[in-house]
């Protein structure tokens, strides 16, 4: 109940993306009106955004004489929704198309990327991704090459660090999703967010 010269009302904690119908009754000595002005269904969007980079530095050294080992710090912002995970990309300094190498949960912070091209030059990029969106990315500031190290042995698993090949071995897999054939020339993707960042592989 709010006073009569109140025209105007602020209702406070109520959820986010959630949908509400508000009604406003007259009120008198006698009892309530019997009709209210009542408003159409209200949806409330979420006061996030994307979450800010991955912190620097992206530390990247050759493993191997085809492996990489790269790792990044957490953002310094998750945008006020939470980080579900970090997006690898890689870019072979010889050609101008960037490729996504995978994806990792928000709790590891370092990834092994193996079958590279030895004596090859790399940069690659992580971004931070919520529910909103995907951040900018964090990128190595000079290209990486792979060598073989002097004391080159194979590393063992790690727990803390998945591995993830920069290869095609997984084109299929999205040919039998989209139902199309090996011999395809063309192929549109639709339901692409404006503004957001994808990557593809062929």
């Known amino acids: 109940v ?15 993306k959630s949908e509400y119908e508000f009604r406003v ?13 009542m408003t159409e269904r209200v949806q409330l969007k979420t006061h996030a955004t994307p979450p800010s980079p991955p912190t620097a530095p992206l530390e990247a050294r050759p493993t191997g004489p085809n492996s990489l080992m790269i790792e990044w710090g957490a953002p310094e912002s998750d945008g006020g929704a939470p980080l579900l995970g970090y997006i690898i990309a ?8 960037w ?3 995978g994806q990792v949960d928000a709790n590891f912070t370092r990834l ?12 690659v990029r992580v971004f931070a991704r919520n529910e909103i969106g995907t951040s900018d990315p964090l990128e190595t500031e000079d290209p990486v090459q792979i060598i073989r190290p002097d004391d080159f042995t194979e590393l063992p698993v790690d727990d803390a660090a998945p591995s993830m090949s920069y290869s095609t071995t ?12 090996a011999d395809i020339y063309s192929y549109a993707r639709g339901r692409l967010l404006n503004r957001d960042e994808y ?3 062929v």
């Open 2 to 16: 709010v006073d009569p010269s109140v025209t105007l009302f602020c209702i406070e904690n109520l959820y986010e």
């Open 25 to 37: 009754f007259a009120e008198n000595p006698v009892g309530l009106s019997e009709r209210a002005a």
């Open 90 to 97: 890689i870019r072979d300094i010889k050609r101008t198309m």
């Open 99 to 101: 490729i996504e190498v």
């Open 112 to 123: 092994h990327i193996k079958e590279l091209q030895e004596n090859h030059e790399y940069n």
């Open 170 to 181: 997984e084109t299929l897999s999205w040919m039998r999703e989209a139902g199309v054939d």
């Open 199 to 201: 990557f593809f592989k």
